[in-house]
């Protein structure tokens, strides 16, 4: 069986990108969200097998996110998504539990490397 992912950005465009890696590699991306809020309603729903999650985005941002998506499943497997300039903010990830990192404009092979060591 494919593994299951939640795509989060507020770009749809960037969703978009990430969609046509995935799926072109084996991956079902099961639902897409455009904020935190939306990314943890849709967690619960869908329970993922790894999460893609951008960091800056309105109503509630990456970060806070992840961090209540590891209150729900603590070994909820999450992928930030950073742009240039967010290594503080990437930091702040990996301590709260995020597996790795892809950084904009995302690099096919980068993003499967990433997945493929979060979740085999
Ligand atoms: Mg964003």
Do not use: W
């Not at 950073?82 to 709260?96: E, K, R, T």
């Amino acid at each position: 069986m494919s593994k299951r992912i939640l795509i989060v950005d507020d770009a749809a465009f960037m969703r978009m990108m990430i969609k046509d890696i995935l799926s072109k590699n084996g991956y079902e991306v099961v639902a897409e969200a455009a904020d935190g809020a939306q990314a943890i309603e849709l967690y619960k729903e869908h329970k993922p097998d790894l999460v893609t999650m951008d960091i800056t985005m309105p109503e509630m941002d990456g970060i806070t996110a992840l961090k209540e998506i590891k209150k729900i499943n603590g070994d909820a497997k999450v992928i930030m998504c950073s742009a240039m300039g967010q290594q503080a903010m990437v930091i702040d990830a990996i301590q709260a539990g995020a597996k790795d990192f892809i950084v904009k404009p995302f690099q096919a092979d980068r993003v499967l490397e990433a997945i493929s060591k979060s979740i085999g």
